[in-house]
């Protein structure tokens, strides 16, 4: 499956984003789906994730209460609603797929990626 990240852009802190990722294939709703980000310097962490049917979602702690992940598989496409966003938000934000469950939360256990997408929040 191929992933198509967008939405990035500059934002004020306090201000909101909706990152889309759009997959391609027939079989996107088999997948489970996860946002993850990589900040300059830093290792790429978990942001999010979403099972297949989109029934259950999985937030990392530093996200949780302001970002929503959902997706419409209908559409193939997984969106990460980020509200209420921090400097400490600025990275570049990568979807992945994962055949099996969803939750994981290690990059390494993700079989796809996007090609990321920027989200800069200025202070």
């Known amino acids: 499956v191929q992933l198509q990240a967008s939405g990035g852009g500059l934002v004020q802190a306090g201000g909101s984003l909706r990152l889309s990722c759009v997959a391609s294939?027939?079989?996107?709703?088999?997948?489970?789906m996860g946002w993850f980000r990589q900040a300059p310097g830093k290792e790429r962490e978990f942001v999010a994730a979403?099972?297949?049917?989109?029934?259950?979602?999985y937030y990392a702690d530093s996200v949780k209460g302001r970002f929503t992940v959902s997706r419409d598989n209908a559409k193939n496409t997984v969106v990460l609603q980020m509200n209420s966003l921090e400097p400490e938000d600025t990275a570049v934000y990568y979807c992945a797929a994962r055949r099996g469950s969803y939750g994981t939360t290690t990059s390494g256990s993700y079989n796809y990626w996007g090609q990321g997408t920027q989200v800069t929040v200025s202070s």
């Open positions: 979403i099972s297949w049917s989109g029934g259950s979602t």
């Open positions: 294939g027939r079989t996107f709703s088999s997948y489970s």
